[in-house]
């Protein structure tokens, strides 16, 4: 303080010998404290202050945020010129008080003191602010009034605004009738233009801007660019700007800006590799990256560039903790996510909103939802960002019931949720599908008028989808005054859920013609819609428009190819894309394989490819946990089954539904009854699937009593009972022979349970009465059934024939079986051993004759049993 108090001192007194003039004294006060000591020994000396010093004090002031001390100067001013206007109303504008500014600027007007060109420049930044679009509009015309509208500031100004305010209509315009433009109003109208959803536009004049006008671009110009290059995923033109900035010198943000441009554009390699050459790298950098490689899934490799930062001494900065936070949670590491937490109490960034909404999240995502829970009430002061954050944070988590609890709890605090709250709870009404709440929230968001927001209407529209209510989501979509490549994945995705593949192709060629170009979450989308399809002809042009656009190596978009290959049957080509060297495989890789797998029947392949996964240190998920089971009880593998059963425990995995349901189907089928209804005993939570595991488990083993025993508790505990429930306890009925009770079940389907029989009911209905030989009453109920007898049933009355010796209906459902399963022998078996039965050898020969020559032959049985690790 005391070397602070000589050095103003030194100023006063070479101010007095005229060494320095008065506003260069000024000029030179490095703070708040130096400044005011040297305007009170100004005031005390009793110099005058003229215009240009009083305006110098007001601008310093405000760059202080002393926007009194300014205002207090500009009052004392008798009849200030409009330089000393113009100064007050910058200051407003510089500490965002844009109402001020606006108010004083029409007070002005009223002291019949004339705007000049700064003023209207300053004036256009407060309406621009506080996007005040009618004040806009008026300002405009006055300054047309004045003839100023091709004065550079001022159209710069004007372009700006309106960009800003989405009218780029208006924008080029102004733009268009300046008659001389330089560098900083091309920028204005690049990065409007690049801001809305024409980037070809902005990506054409900056073409223009150097092959027509001759402006070189400096590096704000290529800053508003590399916005329209990520929404066009155009690689071309990011390599064009690269080797621009490579042949000249660049400050380091045109290099960040070229790394988050490669990132978005699906390329992260390319991305590192600058971010390696680049000399003098920033927090910025180091940043931009970990958000590069986050976004394209690699999240191993932000927890390496983490690890760097901390062995080269480099301040973490929020973006990189945000980023290494979201790789911890994506691949669940605990551990590390704990490390990154304590670095950032270490840096004291942990009480940030950001930082602490990304270790709310990765808390939530590694299941301690009770230390995530804390650290929401533990933030000091919480504002509306803070409750959306929180939010979004369990809503992404997957905990979309304690997201909307805390939306509860938030309105009881802000009766005005913003649009970034919305954005974050519409998605929990959607995984719940609680539709009537996410009606009550659309209505807010018009009320609010944000349902025209892109995130919000996308959200909404992501939501009607998602809840199978396309009549609403269509509606909004058309409404929407921008759409974005984003919006349509919501359509598409949402119709690709439901197994509508039409609609999901025919907007993924909507957008197309619409002249977007599709992203990975548009392939992402689009790719299940072909595997539902079977049409691997399809998806291998949809591989090939991948490979064009970059895509390829994108975590998701590879995993989604894969699905697609293995569910089209095409399984070599999906082991190719699963074991190629430069694929940065994730759990969601191992799982899809997995699934491939099972779904072409090579169970036992399968499950080495679950074993492959544990070797090569991958952590077996729900899902892949799930996958596996149906293989254990295809094979029978009691034993393996008891060790994934053993996983699951120390896992955690018990609480999920998904699980216990799958198990309690696995220890069935491995013969186990008594442990499945152990598994059904011990679950907390059941739904109808569990019920109805239990049930398809006690008729399997012929339990009919167990297995109605099961379906009145059912009842009784008001569970709701669907089609498999009811074909699940008549096939019961059908193993114990319980015809009464089976008879009883069925006639109740449409009055009592309100659910129409499919021919699966039927089938188990002629197998339960051709079992007790009461043919007359299958032919009557074969007259009723409102649709075609399918192999099904024809295959229930050929057993039930063959059971009685009925060789007459035998031959009658063989006559169907023939046109409906060309290419099953069973069925001519069945019928010869029949006529054998009955010593009508000739028509047995003559059965067996004729199923040679259709090219059938019998399928030798086996059967196998598991001993000591052997089959």
Known sequence: MKLRCCSILVLVRRFHCQELPKNTLLSSCKDLSSLLQLHAHLITSGFTFNTSTTTLLINLYSSFQKCSFSRSLFDSSPNPPVILWNSMIRTYVRVNQH??????????????????????????????????????????????????????????????????????????MVFDQMPDKDIVA?????????????????????????????????????????????????????????????????????????????????????????????????????????????????????????????????????????????????????????????????????????????????????????????????????????????????????????????????????????????????????????????????????????????????????????????????????????????????????????????????????????????????????????????????????????????????????????????????????????????????????????????????????????????FESFRPNVVTIVSILPAVSHLTYLREGMTIHSYIIKSGFRSHKLVGNSLIDMYAKCGQLDLSERIFEEMKNTDTVSWNALLTACSMHGEGDRALSVFSLMENRDIEVDAISLLSVLSACRHAGLVEEGRKIFHCMRGKYHIEPDVEHYACMVDLLGRAGLFNEIMDLLKTMPMEPDGGVWGALLDASRMHSNIELAEVALKHLVKLEQGNPAHYVVLSSLYSQSGRWNDAGHTRVKMNQTGLRKTPGCSWVEVKKGI
């Not at 309406?127 to 679009?133: E, G, R, V």
Request: charged share 20%.
């Open 186 to 614: 091309w920028n204005a109208m690049i990065s409007g233009l690049a801001q809305c959803a024409e980037p070809v536009k902005a990506v054409d004049l900056f073409k223009d801007m150097q092959f027509i006008f001759r402006i070189n671009p400096n590096s704000v110009t290529l800053l508003n660019l590399l916005p329209a290059v990520c929404k066009l995923m155009d690689m071309r033109a990011c390599r064009c700007i690269h080797a621009y900035v490579y042949r000249r010198v660049f400050p380091v943000s045109v290099h960040n800006a070229l790394i988050d441009t490669y990132s978005k554009c699906n390329h992260p390699n390319v991305a590192h590799r600058i971010f390696l050459e680049l000399t003098g790298k920033d927090d910025v950098s180091w940043g931009t990256m970990m958000a590069g490689f986050a976004y394209n899934g690699n999240f191993h490799e932000v927890l390496e560039m983490f690890d760097s930062i901390k062995r080269t001494g480099f301040k973490m900065s929020k973006v990189s903790a945000v980023s290494a936070l979201l790789g911890a949670g994506e691949i669940g590491d605990l551990r590390r996510g704990k490390e990154i937490h304590e670095y950032a109490i270490q840096e004291m960034i942990d009480s940030d909103i950001m930082v602490a909404t990304s270790l709310m999240t990765m808390y939530a995502k590694c299941g301690l939802l009770d230390k995530a829970r804390d650290l929401f009430w533990g933030i000091k002061g919480r504002d509306l960002v803070a409750w959306s954050a929180a939010i979004a944070a369990f809503s992404q988590s997957g905990y979309p019931q304690e997201a909307l609890s805390l939306f509860r709890d938030m309105q009881n605090e802000y009766s005005q949720p913003n649009n970034v709250t919305l954005v974050s709870v519409i998605p929990a009404c959607a995984e719940l599908r609680a539709v009537r709440l996410g009606k009550s929230v659309h209505c807010h968001a018009v009320k609010a008028s944000i349902d025209s927001d892109i995130s919000t209407g996308t959200a909404l529209v992501s939501m009607y989808a998602k809840c199978n209510l396309f009549s609403f989501a269509l509606h909004l979509f058309n409404k929407m005054p921008l759409v974005e490549v984003v919006t349509w994945n919501a359509l598409i995705n949402g119709y690709a859920q439901i197994g509508d593949c039409y609609n999901a192709l025919k907007m993924f060629s909507r957008l197309r013609l619409a002249g977007l170009h599709p992203d990975p979450g548009t392939m992402v989308g689009v790719l299940p819609a072909c595997a539902l399809l079977g049409d691997v002809r399809l998806g291998t042009c949809l591989h090939c428009q991948i490979i064009r656009y970059g895509f390829e190596s994108d975590c998701h978009v590879k995993n989604a190819l894969i699905d697609l290959y293995a569910k089209c049957g095409s399984l070599s080509l999906a082991e190719f894309l699963f074991n190629k060297n430069d694929f940065s495989k994730d759990e969601v890789s191992w799982n899809t394989m997995i699934a491939g797998y099972m779904h072409n029947g090579l169970a036992k392949i399968a499950l080495s490819a679950f074993h492959s996964m544990k």
């Open 99 to 172: 109402e001020e500014a606006l108010k004083l600027y029409v007070s002005m007007l009223e002291k019949s003191i004339q705007p000049d060109k700064y003023t209207f420049t300053f004036v256009l930044k407060a309406c621009t602010a506080m996007s005040d679009f009618k004040r806009s509009i008026l300002i405009h015309e006055e300054v047309v009034r004045r003839n100023l509208e091709s004065d550079v500031f001022i159209g710069t100004g004007l372009i700006d605004m309106y960009s800003k305010m989405g009218d780029f209509e208006s924008a080029r």
